[in-house]
């Protein structure tokens, strides 16, 4: 979903836009959002949950096919939508994540090109395209052990493209190992014209991290700050690649967010999705005199996991994957209000003209006032799930959604309804209406099939879509460790005739719980624009 709000000119070149603050410069936007304000609305040929990247004027997202593989890179025009190209790229689908996708890394995109990372277990990829979707280079930096799949974004920084490489250490990973390698971890600085290798610092592998880095400056200098479980929040030398500084004690669970530059301090989260989520804040060290960071304090009650926070002024925001939005104040860490918008999250708020705009998983767009009041400005439907983070930039934003249905149990009485109905009904195709004996008989029937329905739980939709060849599946939510995982059961239209357990499948949603999958392994995604 992509809205077009009235903004000031600005690109937005990397995951949460300049330097990853997730702050656009806009004004006039309008105090409520209606469906009179769409401009268009387009289809994506796959699935993903990857944002969107501008550059004049063309947006740059990326999507995949999931269970059919592939990773395909698209250039859309801003204005209306209109593909200017595609490229297409070979991935092979293999074990990860329910909640991730193969399409997960935001592109980073700089005025000559753009800068794309996927992975397969034995490959982590980085490649260079221009504007017109040639490739300029690619990089493969080998073996990727992650029990989830990748999900960092590249970042440019100067004449470099700097990526973090944070992978699996078996003996830190909690719940099932697909692959019983340690990962080597690092983070790699290559020429961003040519992509060869600037520097390469060594990491220690823990569990992966996802989160992307962003530029700190200071009197001392300009550092890149990195969040992970296996150093905490670390700064290094974009030139040398020369660690500077470290807290290492910063997190003791996975790092999915980014860090936040608050002032005189650094904000980072980690947690999981079986709960314990903390926020830390550093005081940053000085390689020069050698002062170490020093701990500012640590929050830990309804703190995110996944969403990145945005920090605008002297206030805080951070949203969490539960919808519960906190403000506090950074310097101390003073809470200024901690209230439920409701909702689960995987994408992350953006501010814009002193508000915070966020999409609930279940395609919710919540808009709320950037003050220390907490107030609820709006709530549009977009109706379509999202865990993307919308892009601010061309006078619009822009929001990436996903329809997406993951198999728990699924239960499909199709075949009783068929034989029941048929045994049941056939003998009245000649029947005498005007007989009171056969129209009683024919009476006699509806209400058995009707007990049939009732007995069996059988879907009413049943009826309309058997005579076509669709199965009308009631799908029961996945069973997992993850408290904001949906709990819903579902309703999916489908002509498969059988689903597996943990099965991800993209359809079009209909409702709040039902789905219509047209083709098996044809995904399909929308992309919309809002004036």
Sequence with gaps: ??????????????????????????????????????????????????????????????????????????CLSANDGKLEWKRDFALMPFSRHQYNSFASSTPAVDGERVYVVWNEPDHYFLTALDHKGNTVWQRDFGLYVSQHGCGASPIVCDDKVVLADFQDDQKFVEGPITDTRTGQSSIVAVDRRTGKTVWQTPRRSTVVAYSTPCIYESKAGRALIFNSQSHGISALDPDSGKVLWEHAEAF???????????????????????????????????????????????????MPYV?????????????????????????????????????????????????????????????????????????????ELCRSTPAVAEGRMFNPSVNEVVVGKAEDHRDHLLVYLFATLLPFYSIDTASWRDFAALMTAVVFVVFLFWYLNLHYLNILFAIRGYRVFTIAPPKDENPFSGRTSLVLITPRVYLAEGERIIAYRLSNTLFFEAKPCQPSSTLELQK
């Design 1 to 74: 979903m992509v809205l077009v709000l009235n903004l000031t000119a600005q690109e937005w070149t990397r995951f949460r836009g300049p330097n990853g603050t997730g702050v656009g410069h806009a004004k006039n936007l309008p105090a409520k959002i209606t469906d009179a304000d769409l401009n268009w609305k387009i289809e994506l040929p796959g699935s993903g949950h990857s944002s969107p990247v501008l550059w004049g004027g063309r947006i740059f997202v990326t999507c995949t096919g999931d269970r059919s593989g592939g990773l395909s890179v698209l």
């Design 252 to 302: 003791d669970k996975r790092s999915v967010s980014s860090p936040l530059i608050a002032g005189e301090l650094i904000l980072g989260s980690c947690g999981s999705g079986a709960g314990g989520n903390a926020i830390t804040a550093i005081k940053p060290g000085d390689a020069g005199p050698g002062r170490k960071p020093e701990l500012a304090y640590r929050i830990k009650k309804s």
């Design 307 to 383: 969403p990145t926070g945005v920090v605008m002024g002297d206030l805080v925001w951070l949203w969490s994957d539960g919808g519960i939005v906190t403000c506090l104040s950074p310097p101390t860490g003073e809470i200024r209000y901690q209230e439920r918008v409701g909702g689960n999250y995987f994408g992350s708020p953006v501010w814009v003209d002193g508000r915070l705009f966020c999409v609930s998983a279940a395609g919710e767009l919540v808009v709320v006032e950037a003050t220390d009041k907490f107030k609820v400005l709006d709530r549009y439907p977009l109706n």
